[in-house]
């Protein structure tokens, strides 16, 4: 049996609001989830419940009423009776054939257990008073009357008809168990109690809720019934194992086995050992005197540094090598080469500029001047003018990044910045 968790709704009575001698009032019995497993499937597919989910639901608030103790005793006893008012018997209706016009193949999510409360969380129920101590606390409570829309405008949702004179004079109670359990044990209460025309209308409506999952009339798919419950692919660890060690006997000593790593099954002291020889291993290969790799790097303006330790982190002298493609990416617009404008081809794309006089012929325009733009060498303050693709491309890298938009993606440097 699932210890039952308490709910923030369980610390007060439902209907007077009392938070002392409360008593909670099980609307399902839990022996339902031990049914035939044909059964439970049946309740889990129509509730929208999963596979194995049944006795879950009956250790939760859904399925329970907290009572102060003598209204408890008075519900138990069927002093009075909740049901589902006309407006949420249409709606469960409705549930239900969202899942009757499903297809055997159609694995979609179906529509929760919870879709037809309302937005606060509550479901509202036709408060029936049978004794007197009922009535009376009726009066006591000052329940709310029903509305136009929970009476469906005064038509019985099954046959249509108009309803029985007084029918609106029920008062509603406003709580957070499921119509489906309110359903259940309402149906029980009416069976010890004798009925009126006026109840009778709502006792059709509690029949016809329970007749779905009693008579079977909406079948689950087989693909349903053969789904793992819930929890049973759980492993339980034993005490030992989810502590996080093994424990052996002395006569077990030396024969557990475990995993090497490369797919070989070794003894636990041979483990052990083939650990610490690669620990040894590992610590051997450490150079004592080696400088600490977390600490800042040495300035060359540092007396104390030596050459030796600052060399590496000077410029190379060596002219920085640039590409073709690289200038090309870098200044598109760069200017022309000196002998462009003396090669045929660009004498033949624009003729040189010749002023104009009378006996000239047509006019020629000028050649546009050089664009200017920065030299692919020139050094560009990346930290104070980053790239247009830090700023758009949130600085992901891009397939047509060159060796400068690497340099500063990684180290935040130029490749062609001046010596410091």
Known sequence: ??????????????????????????????EAADEE????????WMFGLPRGDLRFYLASPANGMILRH??????????????????????IMKFMRGINNRKDDDRSPRRPLTVLASPNGFYRYVFIAYSKAARALQEQLKLQAQTDEDMNGGIHP????????????LPILECYPHPFSISVYADKAFSMRRRTPITDQWYTLTRRILEHWEQQLIQPPQWFIDEPKLGED?????????????LHSSADKGTAKAWAGNGVMVHVDDYKEHCWKRIDLWVNSVDPDASDPDAPLPSIKDPNTTHLHTNTFQRSPLQLRRS???RAKACPYAR????????PRATAQCPPYAPPSPDSGPRTLPPSPPRKAAYALRYRD???????????DGEFPTPTFSSNDWAYFCHRIALNAPPA
Not at 235 to 240: M, V
Request: net charge negative.
């Open 37 to 44: 497993e044909h059964e439970v499937a049946t309740k889990e």
């Open 324 to 326: 073709h493609r690289i």
């Open 158 to 169: 099954l046959d249509g008809n108009p309803c029985v004179p007084g029918s609106n004079l």
């Open 1 to 30: 049996m699932l210890k039952y968790k308490m709910h923030p709704h369980d610390r007060k009575c439902v209907m007077s609001g009392a938070t002392i001698q409360l008593a909670r009032a099980r609307l399902i019995p839990e």
């Open 70 to 91: 003598d209204i408890c005793n008075m519900y138990c006893h069927g002093e009075f009776v909740l049901v589902p008012t006309f407006k949420t018997y249409l709606d």
């Open 382 to 392: 990346v930290v104070r003018d980053p790239p247009a693709w830090a700023k758009r």
């Open 336 to 343: 022309p080469s000196p002998d462009h404008r003396t090669s």
């Open 234 to 246: 759980d492993d339980e660890l034993s005490a030992t194992e989810a502590s996080g060690y093994w």
